[in-house]
Nanobody, 129 residues
Framework: QVQLGESGGGSVQAGGSLRLSCAPE???????MGWFRQAPGKDREFVAA????????YYADSVKGRFSVSRDNAKNTLYLQMNNLNPEDTAVYYC???????????????????????WGQGTQVTVSL
């Protein structure tokens, strides 16, 4: 059974921080794990991902230098640390999993939503001025 669940969303002021958690069951450290978000009126977009094969992290340009992905193997949890938040970060954030990397480059996660099969229910992040 594959299940994903996000938590840690909330409302913060610009410049603040939040840490999102993803507690996957059945796929953690086996499938590709990524973070996506969807803002009102926009398509769901890639935020970040972790490559198990390359031991590296990948980020959208809009969050590079502000967000970071980490893992806690003991707790079987994936985290998205979000720092220096701005109103443009306001969105529903989703933890997602894919059965393969699909990017066309070995070990590099895909940034396309259609390449991810499993999705959490989403957690709302709201950043105000």
């Amino acid at each position: 059974q594959v299940q994903l669940g996000e938590s840690g969303g909330g409302s913060v002021q610009a410049g603040g921080s939040l840490r999102l958690s993803c507690a996957p069951e059945g796929i953690f450290n086996r499938y590709v794990m990524g973070w996506f978000r969807q803002a009102p009126g926009k398509d769901r977009e890639f935020v970040a991902a972790y490559s198990w094969i390359r031991a590296d992290t990948y980020y959208a340009d809009s969050v590079k230098g502000r967000f970071s992905v980490s893992r806690d193997n003991a707790k079987n949890t994936l985290y998205l640390q979000m720092n220096n938040l701005n109103p443009e970060d306001t969105a529903v954030y989703y933890c997602a999993a894919a059965t393969a990397y699909y990017s066309g480059v070995y070990g590099v996660p895909s940034r396309r939503t259609t390449d991810y099969t499993y999705w959490g229910q989403g957690t709302q992040v709201t950043v105000s001025l």
